[in-house]
C-alpha cells in the first residue's frame, strides 16, 4: 500500500504564505514526478506545479513568481511554498506523485486526500 498525506493546509489573508507538505509511505521502490493540484468549488482539478525526478518543474501560469515547488527525495516528501496568495488561489490542493512499488514493474499515480486553502480578501 502507498498513502500520500498533505498538510500545511487553512485560512490566510491576501498577500500572505502558506507551506504545503505532502509525504508518501509505505512499499515505495521509487518515485518519479511528484506534484501538487487543485479544485476550487464547482470547478474541474488542475494543475498548479509538478517536478520530475530529474528536477524539472513545470508550474501554472498563475502561479509563476509566487508558488515553488521543491521535493526531499530522502523522506518523499513534495513542498509547495505559496506566496503573495490572492483570494483565487482558494481550493483543495492535492498532492500526486508516479510511484514504484516494489514487485510492480511501472508508475502508478498516487493521490493525496486534499488540504483546504482559503484566502481571505
Known amino acids: 500500500q502507498v498513502q500520500l498525506v498533505e498538510s500545511g493546509g487553512g485560512l490566510v489573508q491576501a498577500g500572505g504564505s502558506l507551506k504545503l507538505s505532502c509525504v508518501a509511505s509505505g512499499s515505495i521502490f521509487s518515485i518519479n514526478a511528484m506534484g501538487w493540484y487543485r479544485q476550487a468549488p464547482g470547478k474541474q482539478r488542475v494543475l498548479v506545479a509538478t517536478l520530475t525526478g530529474g528536477g524539472s518543474t513545470n508550474y501554472a501560469d498563475s502561479v509563476k513568481g509566487r508558488f515553488t515547488i521543491s521535493r526531499d527525495n530522502a523522506r518523499n516528501t513534495v513542498t509547495l511554498q505559496m506566496n503573495n496568495l490572492k483570494p483565487e488561489d482558494t481550493a483543495v490542493y492535492y498532492c500526486?506523485?508516479?510511484?514504484?512499488?516494489?514487485?510492480?514493474?511501472?508508475?502508478?499515480?498516487?493521490w493525496g486526500q486534499g488540504t483546504q486553502v482559503t484566502v481571505s480578501s
Open positions: 500526486t506523485a508516479a510511484i514504484k512499488r516494489f514487485g510492480i514493474d511501472r508508475y502508478i499515480d498516487y
